[in-house]
Structure formats: C-alpha cells, structure tokens
Nanobody
C-alpha cells in the first residue's frame, strides 16, 4: 500500500514563501503523476499544480508565476514552492499520487495559512 506524507505547511504573512514536501512510501512514485490540490473552507478541492512522470507541468491560473512544482524521483518526493503568497492561498493542501488504472492516493493534508 502506498502512503504519502506531507510536510511544510504553516502560517506566513502575505508576500512570504513556504515549501511543501510530499514523500511516497513506494518506488511507483517515479512512474506516477504527482499533484498538489487545495481545499479552502466552504469550497471544493481544486488542482494547484501537477507534474507527470515525464516532467510535464500543469498549474492553476491563480498560482502561475508564483508556485513551482518539482519532483525528485531518487527521494520519491514532490515539492511545491510557494512564493508571493496571498491570503486567498489559505487552504488545506493535499498531495496526490495518480497511476491510472492502479493507484489514486491522497495525503493527509497540511494547513497553509496566509495572514494579511
């Protein structure tokens, strides 16, 4: 069974930065699409950024130019570097591992709070 462990959330002032990490427990990481999603109170979960096994990137329009997703297959870890944070970025951030036909795994979530 695959497990995802997230870290790096916290409280930051607007304009600040945070880096989220998500480590997978199995080597299928390297052949999976990894994504970061977020869910704010009263809102649906939404895609923030994703990176495929081949390195293709996808970002939500609201974070383009501010957030960067990256992966380290040797460490089975995906990162989300978040810069120029805004209060509207406040949410619980979830890591997702997707291997079509096999796995669709979610992390436990990490809270990111941006104060104005």
């Amino acid at each position: 069974q695959v497990q995802l462990v997230e870290s790096g959330g916290g409280l930051v002032q607007a304009g600040g930065s945070l880096r989220l990490s998500c480590a997978a427990s199995r080597s299928i990481f390297s052949i999976s699409t990894m994504g970061w999603y977020r869910q704010a109170p009263g809102k649906q979960r939404e895609l923030v950024a994703a990176v495929t096994s081949g390195g293709n990137l996808n970002y939500a329009d609201t974070v383009k130019g501010r957030f960067t997703i990256s992966r380290d297959n040797a460490k089975n870890t995906v990162y989300l570097q978040m810069n120029s944070l805004k209060p509207e970025d406040t949410a619980v951030y979830y890591c997702n591992l997707l291997l079509v036909g096999s796995y669709d795994i979610w992390g436990q979530g990490t809270q990111v709070t941006v104060s104005s």
